[in-house]
């Protein structure tokens, strides 16, 4: 199985910092990577596929990056509706298929 | 618009069995790959088990902790997927999600609202 890392596992800052949330890869997944956000009581979203591509829909301030093992998702610009927690997932092999252990992210 | 409606989930007593639902419009069924994903309280993200389109074989796959004790099925006619899940733990209590994999692509693009099944004595 791969494992999927998430750091931190939470993160508080104030409207308008840059964030960045980190996954790691127990082994080389390529671009297959998803970040996903979810607020309490609800269903997760997909923002991000394929490690950088942007959903439709979603805020530009939001972007993704990496390739192999490595992943980061970073917020331009924090907004009050993006606290939330995120979850990083591989989409390269299953079963199966995995996700991160979760990263809380709260506006000071 | 897409919706997705899951149901069925309640209370069960360990080594029962219960079977959810998830209904769903807005988007070619048939053509979709469907997961169920799941959410113990407080804790993360976990994939159960996912079934392709019958185009692409209609094949399952499973986690290794449910392998054997639950079966994802699906009635494209009914727009409905299924998980049938016997020999119940008190590990299984968790919300769980029906996940649309709209591109067959493994990830996730639309999400139902989740159904809490509790096993409990």
């Not at chain 1, 949330?21 to 979810?38: D, N, P």
């Not at chain 2, 494209?76 to 997927?81: F, H, I, P």
């Amino acid at each position: 199985d791969i494992q999927m890392t998430q750091s931190p596992s939470s993160v508080s800052a104030s409207v308008g910092d840059r964030i960045s949330i980190t996954c790691r890869a127990s082994q080389g997944i390529g671009t297959w990577l998803g970040w996903y956000q979810q607020k309490p009581g609800k269903a997760p979203k997909l923002l991000i596929y394929g490690a950088s591509s942007l959903r439709g829909g979603v805020p530009s301030r939001f972007s993704g990056s990496g390739s192999g093992t490595d992943f980061t998702l970073t917020i331009s610009s924090l907004q009050p509706e993006d606290s939330a927690t995120y979850y990083c997932q591989q989409a390269n092999s299953l079963p199966p298929l995995t996700f991160g252990g979760g990263t809380k992210v709260e506006i000071k | 618009e897409v919706q997705v409606v899951e149901s069925g989930g309640g209370l069960v007593q360990p080594g029962g069995s219960l079977r959810l639902s998830c209904s769903a419009s807005g988007f070619t069924f048939s053509n979709a790959w469907m997961s169920w994903v799941r959410q113990a309280p407080g804790k993360g993200l976990e994939w159960v088990g996912r079934i392709k389109s019958k185009t692409d074989g209609g094949t399952t796959d499973y986690v290794a902790p449910v392998k054997g004790r639950f079966t994802i099925s699906r009635d494209d006619s009914k727009n409905t997927l299924y998980v049938q899940m016997n020999s119940l733990k008190t590990e299984d209590t968790a919300v769980y999600y029906c996940a649309i994999d709209h591109n067959s692509d493994n990830y996730f693009d639309y999400w139902g609202q989740g159904t809490l099944l509790t096993v409990s004595s």
